[in-house]
Every structure is written in C-alpha cells, then in structure tokens.
C-alpha cells in the first residue's frame, strides 16, 4: 500500500530563525523525502516593516530574509526534488501593509509589489505555489480533502488562549481536520463522531526566541502526516498525524534515529 507523506513546517520567521532547529528539520526533510512540504505562513520575520519597534539583532532591511527563504525552498525543490506549497501568514501581510506605509523605505531593492511577486524576483523556483490565506480562500486542502492547512491568522473566531487551539478548531468545522499555525504551540486532539475521526492539530514553530515574549510556553517542531489508501495523494481520505516537537537541544527522534544540529 502506497504511503504518502506530508510536511507541514511554519512560523520559520527567517531573519529570526532558529538556525539549530532548521539543521535538525532539514536533515529529517532529506532522509524522509515528502510527496509534499508545506510552509504554512510566517516564513520570514520581516520585523524591519512592522509597526513594533525592531529587537536590537533584527535585520534592518527585509530583502535578506526573503533571500535566506528563497535559498531554502529552492533546495527543498531542486536539490531534493520535493514539491512545495506557501501559505502567507500575518507577518507576510506586513509586505502588504508596508508599500503604503511610513515604513516603505525599509523596501530599497524591491522587485514587484506583491510578496509573492517579490520571492519570484529573487529566484524562487517557479513550480512553488503560493496561497493567499483571506476570506474565501480558507487555505490549502490536502489529499481529497482531508485536511484543511491554514496559517490560521484571518480565519473568523479567536483563540482566548493557545491552549485551547485544537479543541476550538474542531468545534469550528467538526468534520473537518484543520491544521493551523501562528500560535508557535503544539498541540493535537481528535474526535470521533458517526465512526469518523476528525483532528484539530496546532503546528509547532522553527523560530528563534523572541525578546518580545521570552517565556512564552512555545514549541519547535512541525507536523507529518503520512496518507493512506489510495495511489495518488489527491486520492486519499485516509492519514494518520504526527506532532513532532524538538527538545532543548533542538533534536528529536522519529523511526528509531536521532535527528539534531550537530555535525555528524
């Protein structure tokens, strides 16, 4: 029987990335070689554009984050041959927000208006497909709609607290298993009504600390869903999740090896 995996990666918050965490996931991504990675939103930080005041070690200028992104996936897809979708997430929107704003001149070297537009002029692979999360878009479904994957910033109902994120995605769409980032939590809950098992699942992050929150109850990781039942991943209905959070050291073991940062 066929086996199709799926990784969903998010809040990577390049130019406040966790360097460590990304070694660890990057050589997980080659030994497990995905029919898909997903990057659902917060790819880059771009603090440079945002209406807080910057950290002291933040980037100045954004168009090097949106380079170390590029670099990224463009080895994900070339390199390793593994295809990629891209959810924009809240901090991609500050593009959006930042071309008629006061923070405008932080886009010196701009190519394009749209994000998107932007990541293409700096060389991303052309065969990534980019989704724009808004209302009408709810974001990207996998599998015969299996499972909805959404960055999960613009979506109606908020979050009173990011522990309660799983149990209030699957009293949102009951039917429906949902994936969402922005919360930087992980967490994992499953229902079953009428035999069938829903899953709300809140995806971990890949970032740095932030000087901002410094005690805040994140993880790092992200999430595996391995497909089932049918030949072709559009085809199945059937996957069984995975919630692969890092420890302090940013490893983490999954089918008997150990996975980290260290050089091997």
């Known amino acids: 029987m066929s086996v199709h995996k799926v990784i969903i990666a998010s809040d990577v918050h390049f130019g406040a990335e966790s360097r460590d965490s990304l070694v660890s996931f ?28 910057p950290e002291d070690d933040s980037p100045h200028e954004v168009i090097s984050e949106i380079k170390q992104a590029v670099t990224f996936i463009n080895a994900t897809v070339r390199q390793q041959k593994i295809p990629v979708y891209i959810l924009s997430g809240n901090h991609e929107d500050r593009w959006k927000k930042a071309i008629v704003g006061s923070r405008a001149v932080a886009l010196r070297g701009a190519k394009g208006l749209t994000l998107h537009e932007q990541f293409t002029a700096q060389g991303m692979d052309q065969s990534v497909r980019w989704v724009d999360e808004k209302p009408g878009v709810p974001g990207l479904f996998v599998g015969k709609r ?62 740095s600390d932030h000087a901002y929150n410094p005690n805040a ?7 595996l869903l391995e497909f089932y039942g049918a030949s072709r991943l559009r085809d199945c209905v059937k996957f069984t999740p995975h919630v692969i959070l890092l420890d302090s050291d940013n490893s983490f073991c999954y089918g008997g090896k150990v996975y980290n940062s260290k050089r091997e």
């Open 26 to 53: 990057w050589r997980f991504l080659v030994d497990t070689k995905p029919s898909l990675l997903v990057l659902a939103g917060d790819i880059v930080d771009l603090q440079a554009i945002s209406k807080y005041d």
């Open 146 to 207: 299996a499972i909805l994957i959404r960055h999960g910033h613009v979506q109606s109902g908020k979050y009173s607290s990011a522990k309660s994120v799983p149990d209030k995605l699957l009293r949102q769409t009951p039917t429906v298993s949902t994936l969402v980032g922005h919360h930087h939590r992980g967490g994992f809950l499953a229902q079953t009504i009428l035999g069938q098992t829903v899953y709300g699942i809140a995806n971990p992050h890949l970032s």
């Open 217 to 223: 109850n994140w993880q790092r990781g992200f999430t």
